[in-house]
């Protein structure tokens, strides 16, 4: 069984950083195309980046330009940096492994991302 842990969420002012970090189980990261994902209150989750495993990137256009996805095959981790934090960036962020031709797909608990003066 996979599992993801996220970590680096927090409230921060608008204008500002913060990097997440998601540490899989095993050496996952390497052969899953990993993702970040977010959740608002009322709204559905939405994919903000992802990486497959030739290193790949794609992004949702509300963060080109302020997001980087990047992964360390060798810490089985995956970042996710965002500068420029807006207060629509709020949200809860899930990290997700997938290897869709296994019909495998695995989430984070979530941690949460507060932009507010």
């Known amino acids: 069984q996979v599992q993801l842990v996220e970590s680096g969420g927090g409230l921060v002012q608008p204008g500002g950083s913060l990097r997440l970090s998601c540490a899989a189980s095993?050496?996952?990261?390497?052969?899953?195309?990993m993702g970040w994902y977010r959740q608002a209150p009322g709204n559905q989750r939405e994919l903000v980046a992802d990486i497959s495993t030739d290193g790949r990137t794609n992004y949702a256009d509300s963060v080109k330009g302020r997001f980087t996805i990047s992964r360390d095959n060798a810490k089985n981790r995956v970042y996710l940096q965002m500068n420029s934090l807006k207060p629509e960036d709020t949200a809860v962020y899930y990290c997700?492994?997938?290897?869709?031709?296994?019909?495998?797909?695995?989430w984070g608990q979530g941690t949460q991302v507060t932009v507010s003066s």
């Open positions: 095993g050496s996952i990261v390497s052969i899953y195309t």
């Open positions: 997700n492994a997938e290897r869709r031709q296994y019909l495998l797909n695995y």
